[in-house]
């Protein structure tokens, strides 16, 4: 019986690169798209019992895929479980969801608090995996709690407080959680201000971020007590290209893919920016974007 008389939405040897923002990356050995939970539960037994490893991905905004792929499988939580319901004051998204959908979802219901959220372009399962944030907020300061499978597959429901939230981080990894949604607790709050806000945070970013070009956003954790962007640059490297992956010109703590970047470019000046970072003024970088597959 083949795979995909068993579930749907299955291919095999998929390109990553159709599947990550920076537009790169080699091929899945199988990549599915679960219609709902039960089809995830299943295929993920499925994988445990013949020793296929598997890695969930949301929207792909954060990842560096190897040129060599993937070799197992890819599970990807897009659109199909991607609801958004409103009870009051309450937003309950689905880990497909998009959270700038959310966030719009959020200000048409004059519901404040994920104003900071309308520009970053993940899933709500990779917003709450890594406690994404902007401008001085992060998930955590909205979430209330968090819908996950564990490591068994058993379904919980997982308080705030229980999942670790730090800089980027989470209990996802170390729990081995999937994140199936989440529930946000907002304010009620005035329409005409919370569009304004978000407006703001718009320009903000058109100004300041590549947003034309393929990257993952900040590849940098923000080190403390320091700004990546401005030690990338005092280091003089503004533009600076490996192959087709470049320093952004317009944000020194993004890479962009300028055309034709293979993810060993980007991975060759990512180590580089981080040996002449080390090298300039004694700080480590550390990736907020995670890799994926084979890269030494
Ligand atoms: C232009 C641009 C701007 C950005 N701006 C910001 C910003 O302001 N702030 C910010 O924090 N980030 C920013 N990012 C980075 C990125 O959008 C966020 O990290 C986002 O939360 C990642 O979500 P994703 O769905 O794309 O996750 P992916 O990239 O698909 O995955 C990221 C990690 O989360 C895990 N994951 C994904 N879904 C699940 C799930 N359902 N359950 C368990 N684990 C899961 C994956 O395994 C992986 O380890 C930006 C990216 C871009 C391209």
């Not at 679960?34 to 299943?42: F, G």
């Not at 700038?100 to 104003?115: C, D, Q, Y």
């Not at 329409?191 to 903000?204: C, G």
């Not at 990257?215 to 030690?231: H, N």
């Amino acid at each position: 019986m083949h795979l995909s008389d068993l579930f749907s939405n299955i291919k095999l040897n998929e390109p990553m690169k159709n599947h990550t923002s920076f537009k790169v990356g080699g091929n899945a050995d199988i990549f599915i798209e679960p219609e709902n939970v039960r089809e995830l539960t299943e295929f993920i037994r499925y994988a445990k019992d013949n020793n296929i490893p598997y890695y969930i991905i949301g929207n792909g905004t954060n990842l560096l895929v190897s040129d060599y792929g993937i070799s197992g499988a890819v599970i990807k939580l897009g659109e199909k479980i991607s609801s958004i319901q409103v009870v009051e004051d309450r937003i309950i998204a689905q880990c497909g969801a998009k959270l700038p959908e959310v966030a719009k979802v959020a200000m048409a219901n004059s519901l404040s608090g994920l104003e900071f959220a309308s520009g970053i372009p993940g899933s709500i399962g990779g917003a709450v995996a890594m406690n994404a944030g902007a401008y001085g907020h992060e998930m955590k300061d909205v979430i209330e709690t968090v819908e996950v499978l564990d490591g068994n597959l058993e379904y919980k429901v997982v308080q705030n407080k229980e999942m670790e939230f730090g800089y980027r981080k989470s209990a996802v990894w170390k729990n081995n959680y999937i994140v199936l949604g989440s529930t946000f607790k907002l304010k009620k709050g005035s329409k005409s201000e919370i569009v304004s806000l978000m407006d703001n945070y718009t320009k903000e970013r058109q100004s300041k971020q590549p947003l034309d070009m393929p990257s993952a956003g900040s590849v940098f954790k923000r080190p403390e007590g320091y700004y990546t962007g401005k030690l990338i640059e005092d280091a003089g490297l503004r533009g600076m290209s490996i192959g087709g992956a470049q320093v952004s010109e317009k944000h020194c703590g993004f890479i962009v893919n300028k055309g034709g970047a293979t993810a060993r470019d980007i991975y060759n000046l990512i180590k580089h920016i981080q040996k002449t970072i080390y090298e300039r003024f004694g700080v480590e970088l550390e990736t907020e974007v995670k890799l994926i597959g084979k890269f030494e």
